[in-house]
């Protein structure tokens, strides 16, 4: 009976703890709209990080597979992490 008081106890705090991090949530993402919408100049700096930061991790990705040049038939993305998988598996 205790068990089941504490696990409706706990269950009870999620629930309020989610609800409130929900609302934080989304006041936050409306504050970030109206800050966006006053000031378009911080839309486009924020847009231009974000390109970069992509742009950057796509640079990264291609490194970590080695694909700086053309790849060959034989490799594909899963033989970095799978050897043989990109191979002919015995077919011509």
Request: proline share 3%.
């Amino acid at each position: 009976m205790h068990l089941t008081k504490s696990f409706i106890r706990q269950r009870h705090n999620q629930k309020m703890f989610l609800r409130r991090n929900t609302q934080l949530l989304q006041q936050e993402l409306e504050l970030e709209a109206e800050l966006l919408e006053e000031n378009p100049e911080l839309a486009q700096v924020i847009h231009s990080l974000n390109m970069q930061e992509i742009q950057s991790n796509q640079r990264g990705l291609e490194n970590i597979l080695g694909s700086e040049g053309s790849p060959s038939k034989e490799q594909s993305v899963w033989s970095k992490f799978f050897p043989g998988l990109g191979v002919n598996y015995g077919v011509d």
